[in-house]
T-cell receptor
Framework: GAGVSQTPSNKVTEKGKYVELRCDPISGHTALYWYRQSLGQGPEFLIYFQGTGAADDSGLPNDRFFAVRPEGSVSTLKIQRTERGDSAVYLC????????????????FGPGTRLTVL | KQEVTQIPAALSVPEGENLVLNCSFTDSAIYNLQWFRQDPGKGLTSLLLIQSSQREQTSGRLNASLDKSSGRSTLYIAASQPGDSATYLCAGGGSQGNLIFGKGTKLSVKP
């Protein structure tokens, strides 16, 4: 079946601009996660959705970053007034039910969106 | 705050060798431990997921162990092959599944 897809695969923008990154999770997966990965680093957690609601947004670095998942499927990560330090690969992952504290489902990752802020 | 460390940062071995990748975490209250593989320019592929109640998981030539009390996990790769060359990432999971990653071990298997 289809995996997690992300669009665009590459995005180049100028400092100060607004960007939107899209994630299409695996069909039927209720949990959706956003991470970002800088060169030479492991992915860094940004935000977790369970259904339509953001269950944990503690990883968002500041209020320029915002994410939505209005219908519980596709999610969009929005970055306002982009800065050069926002340049990274933004990864999206989905899992069947997320975590319950007792059991956690495997996360399936998309190929990522490489964001470059000039 | 959970911190995950992976040693070594890079490893080069000849084909056929058995090898061990190490992962340590600071907070033993993790809910799961996951190992991923990342090929250059690609996303992550899940290899093994160990729930907090488990001690190890096996898949083919891969075996991962989890010792929460010592804050350690290992990934054992048997009979390594050039196709195993990639970066291997371990991640400790929170109660809702959000993952805290290490920086990875870059593995190179020479033919």
């Amino acid at each position: 079946g289809a995996g997690v897809s992300q669009t665009p695969s590459n995005k180049v923008t100028e400092k100060g601009k607004y960007v939107e990154l899209r994630c299409d999770p695996i069909s039927g997966h209720t949990a959706l996660y956003w991470y970002r990965q800088s060169l030479g680093q492991g992915p860094e957690f940004l935000i977790y959705f369970q259904g339509t609601g953001a269950a944990d947004d503690s990883g968002l670095p500041n209020d320029r970053f915002f994410a939505v998942r209005p219908e519980g499927s596709v999610s969009t990560l929005k970055i306002q007034r982009t800065e050069r330090g926002d340049s990274a690969v933004y990864l999206c992952a989905s899992s069947l039910n997320g975590g319950t504290g007792v059991r956690t489902d495997t996360q399936y990752f998309g190929p990522g969106t490489r964001l470059t802020v000039l | 705050k959970q911190e995950v460390t992976q040693i070594p940062a890079a490893l080069s071995v000849p084909e056929g060798e058995n090898l061990v990748l190490n992962c340590s975490f600071t907070d033993s209250a993790i809910y799961n431990l996951q190992w991923f593989r990342q090929d250059p320019g690609k996303g992550l592929t899940s290899l093994l997921l160990i729930q907090s109640s488990q001690r190890e998981q096996t898949s083919g030539r891969l075996n991962a162990s989890l010792d929460k009390s010592s804050g350690r996990s290992t990934l054992y790769i048997a009979a390594s092959q050039p196709g195993d060359s990639a970066t291997y990432l371990c991640a400790g999971g929170g109660s809702q599944g959000n993952l805290i990653f290490g920086k990875g071990t870059k593995l190179s298997v020479k033919p």
